[in-house]
């Protein structure tokens, strides 16, 4: 396991930045010349929730360099679990691991899942790059496919497998914008699509907390039976706000995310 936070996530971005290139644009777009204040308030990940790949395991790597769980969420319409974790020192971005919950999902979705998780090599999990190793599994189109019929988190694990799913760019560190309507006007204009599942900002000030992201990149998968362009990753935007005692509200909106989960959607 890796024993520096900097470098594992040095290592998550450049492997997110291989299938989302248009991260790399946004972050230059939204920061400032003078300073370095694209700060990454966290990313999250996704998984099965089957013993050998279970969130817990993912959430070892982190917890192996201090992280501690801090909360958990439920997604009872998309059958998901989610627990966030966050660092001793606060400047290190806070990590959102969700979990398909199999078990809910039809027998056949089940029985796909397994047989791609039954190629994986055990140690795997354990190895220092195992958090942006991708995909362990071979998948042809039509079993892809049959997974996005049902559910389209199962269906992205299946084609991407283990990365950060998405970054978030911290709107409360930017220099050059105040305001997440600001940031989003700012992608507009740059032709950068979002999402607009529950409205192009999701949560409140209210809920201390507001998100928008990008609609995922589309990036070349291959299957056994040829390649296609599936969408990827994409970037999300957070604006903090004060919780009573005045520090920053640091926790997640079960709500928000719901929808933010759907910037994976096929457009």
């Not at 397994?114 to 190895?127: C, E, F, G, K, T």
């Not at 809920?207 to 990827?232: C, H, R, Y």
Request: charged residues 20%; glycine residues 4%; negative net charge.
């Amino acid at each position: 396991m890796h024993t520096n936070v900097n470098e594992l996530f040095a290592k998550l971005w450049e492997n997110y930045l291989t299938v989302t290139p248009s991260a790399q644009k946004i972050h230059a777009l939204l920061g400032s010349s003078q300073q370095n204040d694209v700060i990454n308030d966290h990313i999250a990940l996704r998984t099965f929730n089957l013993p050998q790949i279970g969130l817990d395991k993912l959430a070892a790597h982190f917890l192996a360099l201090g992280y501690v769980e801090k909360g958990e969420y439920h997604f009872e319409s998309k059958k998901l679990y989610a627990k966030h974790y966050e660092h001793p020192d606060a400047n290190q971005p806070k990590v959102f691991i969700s979990e398909l919950l199999l078990e809910k999902c039809s027998e056949q979705l089940q029985k796909i899942v397994n047989d791609l998780v039954a190629q994986m090599d055990p140690a795997a999990v354990s190895a220092d790059n195992f958090l942006y190793s991708g995909r362990h599994w071979a998948i042809d189109q039509a079993t892809y496919k049959t997974l996005l019929a049902e559910s389209e988190y199962a269906a992205w694990m299946s084609v991407w497998g283990f990365r950060a799913n998405h970054f978030t760019v911290s709107v409360n560190a930017l220099q050059n914008f105040e305001t997440l309507d600001s940031v989003n006007q700012a992608l507009k204009n740059a032709g950068f699509a979002l999402n607009t599942s529950g409205g192009e900002i999701k949560g409140s000030k209210d809920v201390l907390l507001k998100q928008s992201s990008t609609l995922a990149d589309e990036a070349l998968v291959e299957f056994t039976d040829g390649n296609a362009m599936i969408p990827s990753c994409f970037y999300e935007f957070a604006r903090r706000f004060p919780t009573a005692d005045g520090s920053l509200y640091s926790g997640f909106v079960a709500a928000s995310a719901d929808k933010i989960f759907e910037s994976t959607n096929a457009r």
